[in-house]
């Protein structure tokens, strides 16, 4: 049994009205709500015929028919195609919403990620590019008091990270400026990943900043060197969490108290989005999605590279009912929309 048209015509309808109000679908409702040019007889037949195929179920004896996953899937696949090859709508505009009032990538990615929370009213993510693959641009020691220095890693793709840093004797501020300019020198263009392997030559070379009578600089260059390359390799950022709380099918307090304990879990979403194939734009529905606590989910994700290469992505999780013609647009338009930011500020950085 194929699906001919007016089954096609049926599901579709279904699946847009349970959308809508995440409600139990019946005949005479889709008669009603849709001009089918069929009797609620016929679409009754039609139901039950879409029933047995697995792409509808009923879940009381009383009740009209939901969507399954197989129902999602055939009408991701057939609007997948139809949008793959659009162009991203008011990506201009984006980008400026996206640079407002943001002077660092970090501040870019913020913005990414509420805006396309905002737009999408979902939980959305995005995974930063992986850190142990980056370059050092430059690095800053600021004294916060005596013994407690705040470490500032300057990448080349402009994510700052910084670290906290205690220390077992004070050392003077202009110290700390000198230490920071040989850092920078040094260490400039090394990815992350190497430090440890130039780690004793380094420290060799920087001995001679050590001052007579401080000898604070013997303990603390290898620290803040292991420091450097042990900073964490992902950075995750959300927004949106709790948006999951409004939808009907997260009223379990159980079920919605496991689904935020698995989404505030960093190294979850991280394995989460190396799951998702390598596509630029993907998506996994339901009873697709490995972990038990987004089996009532489907998950979006898009690619953003610099010069090609691969080195982030975005996404959004939402319930299987979503509306995916809008929210694959907005994860479209947002991943490219970052992918024109961050190789602008990339080549912007490379001039300087």
């Known amino acids: 049994m194929s699906l001919d048209k007016r089954k096609v015509k049926i599901l579709k309808a279904i699946i847009s009205s349970y959308i809508d109000n995440a409600e139990a679908v019946g005949s005479r409702t889709i008669s009603k709500k849709y001009e089918l040019g069929v009797s609620p007889a016929t679409i009754r037949n039609e139901m039950s015929d879409l029933e047995e195929m697995g ?41 400026t919403i996206i640079e407002e009032k943001a002077d660092e990538i970090d501040s870019i990615f913020k913005n990414s990620v509420r805006i396309l929370s905002q737009f999408t009213k979902y939980t959305s993510f995005i995974v930063s590019p992986q850190l142990k693959q980056s370059s050092i641009k430059r690095i800053q020691l600021v004294p916060v008091t005596d013994r407690t220095v705040l470490l500032i890693l300057v990448l080349q793709s402009n994510i700052v990270k910084q670290v906290t840093l205690r220390l077992n004797s004070p050392i003077p501020s202009d110290q700390m400026e000198k230490i920071s300019a040989s850092l920078s020198e040094k260490l400039y263009g090394h990815k992350l990943e190497d430090i440890g392997l130039i780690k004793e030559s380094l420290i060799k070379e920087l001995y001679h900043l050590r001052e007579s009578g401080n000898e604070s600089l013997l303990g603390l260059l290898p620290f803040l060197i292991d420091q450097i390359g042990k900073l964490e390799d992902y950075n995750v950022y959300s927004d949106g969490v709790t948006n999951i709380l409004d939808l009907p099918e997260y009223n379990d307090v159980v079920k919605a108290r496991e689904f935020i304990s698995f989404i505030e879990d960093k190294d979850s979403v991280v394995k989460l989005f190396q799951i998702t194939d390598g596509n630029d734009l993907a998506i996994s529905i339901g009873s697709e999605n ?59 950085d490379n001039k300087e």
């Open 290 to 348: 490995e972990y038990e606590q987004l089996r009532d989910c489907s998950l979006i994700t898009a690619t953003y590279k610099l010069n090609g290469k691969l080195i982030g992505k975005i996404g959004v999780i939402g319930p299987t009912r979503m509306d995916y013609k809008r929210v694959i647009s907005t994860v479209k338009s947002m991943s490219d929309a970052m992918n024109e930011i961050i190789n602008q500020s990339f080549d912007e």
């Open 55 to 95: 792409f509808l179920i009923q879940p009381h004896a009383s009740s009209g028919r939901i969507p399954t996953d197989k129902a999602y899937r055939y009408y991701v696949d057939d609007l997948w195609e139809k949008m793959l090859g659009t162009n991203s709508a008011n990506i201009e505009q984006l980008i």
